[in-house]
């Protein structure tokens, strides 16, 4: 390409190995992993416990302790979407790759999916190196109930509707 514009423009593009021809069926298909839906509700708990206790903290007065937990919390998830958009998304995309319908309805959940992970992220950003003033602490709380729903609508409708798509090729 760039050397269609250099001609273009008048310049001689310099000499360059020919690429290798991309050939179709070389990359390797995902694999199916047995023990991937388990491996991911388990995190899906370990979230859920992790997030109940940041907001234990507090009604326990520990301010302080929040964006320790938090990060903390943002490590475990980014591990786990990581995993989920690795292993349990493109497996199942490969899957459907024939099934045009099917393939655009997954890439629109693991668009929604990604939003909603984007919504926690950011939550833990804003408040990760917070000190929590009086007006810091009403925004929190109100924050954590919001982002709560968000994390739970996003495990069940993951465990609900996408990981039953998760079936040996």
């Known amino acids: 390409m760039l050397g269609l ?16 021809p991309l050939t179709h069926g070389t990359a390797q298909a995902p ?13 899906h708990g370990e979230l859920v416990k992790m997030y109940t206790e940041i ?12 964006p320790a937990q938090l990060v903390a919390f943002k490590s475990r998830l980014e591990a786990h979407l990581l995993a989920e958009n690795v292993r349990f998304y493109n497996y199942v995309e490969y899957t459907l790759r024939d099934d045009s319908e099917d393939l ?41 109930q919001g982002v ?3 994390l739970t609508q996003r495990i069940e409708r993951e465990e609900g509707s996408l990981y039953p798509l998760y079936q040996p090729g």
């Open 55 to 66: 907001g234990r903290l507090p009604e326990r007065g520990r301010w302080n302790d929040i």
């Open 148 to 150: 709560g729903a968000l």
């Open 104 to 144: 655009m309805l997954i890439r629109s959940f693991r668009r929604e999916m990604n939003t909603i992970a984007r919504g926690v992220i950011d939550f833990v950003k804003k408040y990760q190196h917070g000190v929590f003033d009086e007006r810091a602490r009403k925004s929190f709380l109100e924050d954590y």
């Open 31 to 43: 694999r199916y992993d047995s023990a991937l839906v388990e491996s991911l509700k388990r995190d």
């Open 5 to 20: 514009l250099r001609r273009l423009m008048g310049r001689d593009a310099p000499a360059q190995a020919a690429p290798a």
